[in-house]
């Protein structure tokens, strides 16, 4: 599962729609390569299904009162898994991208992308002036951005599957590349599906901050759903609720949103095929525990996810990967920085820092103040956060490597990876944890390893 972030920070967008190419024609796999994939699949959905079952909440009290209060706002996933996977199938028998020249397919997938931006801005510029109660007649306001985005919604389905395709063979050669496929065979496969993941209600104590439960809720939810369910469960339950868009599901085929650019969906797709390659082994069969396991999912999979990512873009989009980073004796203090500057990632793990100090001191309501008092100063410098409590911060803390969190494990993943020589080490490592405690043992082991090279490499300076 990938957080978006996208709605507290301004999106640049790209130049807007461009006319996309004409559906190419679908050239069919040979008898023997289509049974081969279609069997493939349906082994891989029998194993992530099953998965999904063995971790899903055992029943108690407290899910049957969630399930009760989210009655008709829960999201179908099983319907949405038939549906997909009938594409998917259609789409193995059939591959839509098999016959383009690279320079078709990149021309393809950037344009795709472009208009995928354009229209998550139409959908925004829309739903702002809905909002707006000074708009008389929202419907004629918004006719002329309403039928652009009906024009390029339907160029979008048009090209979808190509696109995904396009994607899911550009992330198996990457896999391969990095020796974390079976054989030759990349498993599980990376099979995608562009669409808008649901949205999720996370709950937390008041008191404390940890990610009780967790809903799937309907993906067009919108602010004021969000708002009313939040009150509902607070009052209701006494606890504390957050209701968030997501922007990937690691479901067989994820779920990736397509609307923010394609370094975004690049890191995406990756981050959210790792859930799935570790739904076959320990670190996903442990997610079961809640707690530390999934905070170590979530944190390996933005780790392998980003520089997965990132290798996607320097092989087939060389002029959007990001440049190489500074010396860190450079990026301490950048040279124009005068100190007025308002850093999101430094102000927010500020803010979790010292609501995890008033929280543990049991001065909740005083925590809830602070936090709201925070947000409004996140308003004022341009981060439109509508909602900062303890459930924030327990979906957000359980990406370990994120501005909200203070759990150590996610500095002790990335060191794992400093000491691991390839991505291929560190994912045989990682995926074979199943508790935190583990993940102190075998970083012991590593840090032990690496003592004798780094003696060898100080004598060699010397």
Do not use: C
Not at 209 to 232: F, K, M, N, P, Y
């Amino acid at each position: 599962m990938t957080p978006t972030n996208h709605p507290v920070t301004p999106l640049t967008s790209a130049s807007g729609s461009q006319p996309l190419a004409a559906r190419p024609r679908r050239l069919r796999l040979p008898r023997w390569r289509r049974v081969g994939y279609l069997l493939l699949l349906l082994a891989a959905l029998a194993g992530v299904a099953m998965l999904g079952t063995s971790v899903a909440p055992p029943r108690d009290p407290l899910n049957a009162r969630l399930d009760h209060l989210t009655t008709g706002l829960r999201f179908d996933l099983f319907r949405w898994e038939i549906d997909a996977l009938t594409g998917k199938v259609g789409d193995l028998l059939s591959n839509p991208a098999t016959g383009l020249a690279p320079v078709e397919a990149d021309a393809l997938v950037r344009g795709y992308i472009d208009a995928a931006q354009r229209a998550g801005e139409l959908e925004g510029d829309i739903e702002r002036i809905y909002s707006d109660p000074q708009t008389a007649d929202p419907e004629a306001a918004t006719a002329g951005q309403r039928a652009e985005l009906a024009t390029i919604r339907r160029q979008l389905d048009e090209q979808a599957s190509t696109v995904e395709a396009i994607l899911q063979g550009q992330l198996s050669q990457i896999i391969r590349q990095e020796g974390l496929g079976t054989a030759s065979t990349v498993w599980p496969p990376p099979q995608m599906r562009f669409t808008e993941p649901p949205q999720l209600l996370v709950v937390s104590p008041r008191d404390r901050i940890q990610r009780l439960r967790s809903v799937d809720l309907l993906a067009d939810l919108d602010t004021a759903d969000r708002g009313r369910l939040e009150e509902i469960v607070q009052e209701e339950e006494n606890l504390s609720a957050y209701v968030t868009g997501i922007g990937g599901y690691g479901v067989f085929p994820t779920m990736v949103v397509d609307r923010y650019g394609l370094p975004w969906t690049a890191e995406t797709i990756a981050h959210e095929w790792v859930h799935t390659y570790l739904a076959f082994r320990p670190l996903g069969w442990a997610f079961l525990k809640g707690g530390d396991a999934v905070t170590m999912n979530e944190t390996v999979a933005s780790i392998a996810g980003e520089e997965m990512g990132q290798m996607l873009l320097q092989t087939f989009y060389p002029d959007l990967a990001p440049p190489p980073q500074p010396p860190a004796s450079e990026t301490l203090k950048p040279a124009n920085d005068d100190g007025d500057t308002f850093d999101f990632g430094r102000e927010m793990h500020a803010t979790r820092v010292a609501v995890d100090e008033l929280l543990a001191a049991g001065y909740v309501e005083e925590a809830e103040a602070f936090m709201e008092a925070r947000r409004q100063t996140f308003l004022e410098n341009g981060y439109r956060l509508r909602v900062l409590n303890q459930a924030y911060f327990a979906f957000h803390g359980s990406y370990a490597t994120g501005p909200a969190a203070t759990d150590p494990i996610g500095p002790k993943l990335e060191r794992l990876r400093e000491l691991s020589p390839s991505l291929n080490d560190f994912m045989h490592l990682a995926s074979g944890l199943t508790s935190a405690a583990e993940l102190d043992e075998v970083l012991a082991q590593q840090e032990a390893l690496a003592q004798p090279e780094l003696l060898r490499n100080e004598a060699a300076l010397q």
